[in-house]
């Protein structure tokens, strides 16, 4: 997506907040990209073109950056921002999506996925804002330098120097300052220096202490989301501290599945290396709790047994239903496909699915097996999944 493609195409939404400007791309379950700071939805584009194909991928401008209008008056923190995003999503006809943020997109993701955590189906974050552990001492100049105007006046200058441009910001935050052309210098600088009212939003939206305490106030509710949660981190960021980031996120998120560690990458590699964020999203989406999931039940829904070798662990434990009162246990991946490959081949049961819930890495799955001769039983399964693969299965029944 070139910058003219991408003024082309753009789309708004009109809102109480002002014009949301988005792009989107692809069809089928939505997947939200939220950018960073200074920049705009473009830098989702390679990733955003890339996932086309299994997702319908928005990527908005948020307030204050971009081409969005905003409403006279209208805040821009991240609580602020959180709340334009679901009404964004409200015009749009969109109940739930695959979240992902970077940079300040990340810290209001986190604000998003605690205050509207039914309509998140997973949470992607890389480098960004983490609970009390920002600002560290560059990150606070920068946002020194935007408060006393210095900020605005380099990205002014940077307009028109390339050079400038690259050597301030560009090596900061690229792991190649020549990534940063002067296509991308003026897309994402020359709307926040448009005029006053924009330098004034910029400002507001770089207000750190507002947005560290209403990041921090959404700590609780975070600790308690219980949606599938990947975190990918360019450990060669000097804006955000990588260590006590990734400590924090660990420690408390406790449905986080995967950390990924990208060596060298910086601030903006999503953008820098978009083919390897869309696919660590792919694998994902794909290998989440909910996806290996529903695998399992189709599986048995059509009575095809060859599913299961690609959804069992190695390390995989079964409680089987019967005998009673214990039920058979089966440890090991190859002995957990053997039972389940001999149910799901059988042609004299079938299986209606109840309601099947997912929390984290957890699943509950309500069945009722039908017998051909017209008996049926009803139980349920508690399943854990890790890294894409079931590693437990505990079934009940309920009996006389």
């Known amino acids: 997506m070139t910058p003219a493609e991408f003024h082309s195409t753009r789309k708004f939404a009109d809102t109480r907040f ?9 069809s089928g379950k939505t997947a939200l990209f939220v950018h960073g700071l200074p920049l705009c939805g473009y830098q989702w584009r390679g990733v955003v073109e890339d996932v086309a194909r299994e997702r319908r991928a928005i990527a908005p401008d948020l307030m204050g950056l971009g081409y969005t209008d905003v409403r006279p008056g209208q805040a821009v923190s991240f609580r602020e921002q959180a709340r334009m995003l679901a009404t964004l999503l409200d015009e749009l006809s969109i109940d739930t999506v695959d979240l992902v943020g970077n940079d300040t997109g990340g810290g209001i993701a986190q604000i998003f ?19 009390d552990r920002w600002p560290n001492a560059l990150l606070e100049g920068f946002y020194q330098g935007v408060a006393a105007g210095a900020v605005p006046q380099a990205m002014q200058q940077m307009l028109g120097d390339v050079e400038l441009a690259r050597n301030q910001l560009g090596r900061l935050v690229y792991e190649d300052a020549n990534f940063f052309t002067a296509d991308l210098v ?11 009212e924009r330098l004034a939003l910029f400002r507001q939206l770089c207000d750190w202490r507002t947005n560290r305490a209403e990041l921090l106030e959404a700590g609780a509710e975070l600790r308690e989301l219980d949606l599938p949660t990947q975190v990918v981190w360019g450990d060669g960021d000097v804006v955000f501290d990588t260590e006590p980031s990734l400590e924090w996120l660990g420690s408390n998120l406790r449905s986080l599945q995967k950390t990924t560690i990208v060596p060298r990458a910086k601030l903006f590699f999503p953008e820098e290396h978009p083919r390897l964020m869309s696919v660590l999203l792919g694998e994902f989406w794909r290998h989440g709790t909910a996806d290996v999931i529903r695998r399992f039940n189709d599986a048995f829904q059509r009575h095809d047994p060859s599913e299961f070798p690609a ?37 004299d049961i079938r299986f209606d699915l109840e309601k099947t819930v997912v929390s984290g890495d957890r699943a509950t799955i309500l069945w009722r097996l039908r ?21 437990e299965g505990l079934g009940y029944v309920k009996g006389a």
């Open 18 to 26: 002002g014009r949301i400007a988005y792009v989107e791309r692809g």
């Open 113 to 131: 996925a605690a205050r509207y955590p039914t309509r998140v189906r997973t949470l992607t974050l890389t480098n960004c804002e983490v609970a």
């Open 186 to 196: 003026d897309v994402y600088l020359r709307p926040i220096v448009a005029s006053e």
């Open 311 to 347: 959804l069992v662990a190695d390390d995989c434990v079964i409680e089987n239903t019967a005998p009673a009162p214990d039920g058979e246990r089966r440890v090991g991946g190859r002995a957990c496909v053997e039972l389940w490959q001999a149910i799901a081949a059988s042609p």
């Open 371 to 391: 017998r051909s001769d017209g008996g049926s039983v009803r139980g349920v399964n508690l399943m854990r999944v890790r890294d894409g693969r079931i590693v």
